[in-house]
C-alpha cells in the first residue's frame, strides 16, 4: 500500500527473535546476579554459624535450608547464564536451559516462600515467570528455527566468490 503523499514506505522491521533476544539479555543479567547473591548467601549463613558457634554448640542441620537455598540460587544463575548465552547464540538448547532453570526457579521460589514466608521471594517468582513466559512463546520458537534454517556457505567448505 502506497502512502497518499506519493512516498515510499519504510520496511518494517523484522522482529522474529525480539523475544528470545528479550529472554536471553534478562537471563545474562538476572543469571549473574543471582549466581552472586546465591554465594553472598552461602557466606552470609556460614559466617552466622561461625559465630553462633563460638558462643554454644551449634548444629548445622538447623542451617541445611539456608545452605540449600544458596546452592540452588546459584545453579539457577549459573543455568540462567549459560542460557541467555545460548539462546543469544539462536540455540533450541538455550531455550530448553532457560525453561527448565526458571521452573526450577519458580518451584523453589514458591516452596521456600510457604516455607518461611520471606516476601522478598516475591521479585524471584517474578523474574522466573517473565523468563519463562518469554521463552515459551511461539515467536521465540519461530525465531530460532528461522535462524538454524537458514543454510550458512562457509560451513560446507564453498566460497561466497
Not at 42 to 47: A, D, F, G, S, T
Not at 48 to 69: C, L
Amino acid at each position: 500500500m502506497k502512502d497518499p503523499h506519493g512516498q515510499l514506505e519504510l520496511p518494517k522491521p523484522d522482529l522474529r527473535g525480539a523475544t528470545a533476544v528479550t529472554a536471553a539479555f534478562i537471563a545474562l543479567i538476572l543469571g549473574v546476579l543471582t549466581g552472586i547473591a546465591g554465594i553472598l548467601w552461602i557466606l552470609y549463613v556460614m559466617v552466622g554459624i561461625e559465630d553462633r558457634a563460638r558462643e554454644s554448640p551449634v548444629e548445622i542441620g538447623q542451617y541445611r535450608n539456608q545452605i540449600i537455598m544458596g546452592i540452588v540460587a546459584v545453579a539457577i544463575g549459573l543455568l540462567w547464564y549459560v542460557g541467555g548465552f545460548l539462546l543469544l547464540a539462536e540455540r533450541t538448547a538455550g531455550r530448553v536451559l532457560l525453561i527448565l532453570a526458571s521452573g526450577v526457579g519458580l518451584i523453589a521460589s514458591i516452596a521456600q516462600l510457604f516455607n518461611s514466608g520471606f516476601a522478598y521471594l516475591f521479585i524471584p517468582i517474578m523474574v522466573s515467570l517473565l523468563i519463562l513466559v518469554l521463552c515459551v512463546v511461539p515467536a521465540t520458537g519461530r525465531g530460532i528455527a528461522a535462524d538454524e534454517s537458514e543454510p550458512n556457505p562457509l560451513a560446507h567448505g564453498q566460497d561466497q566468490y
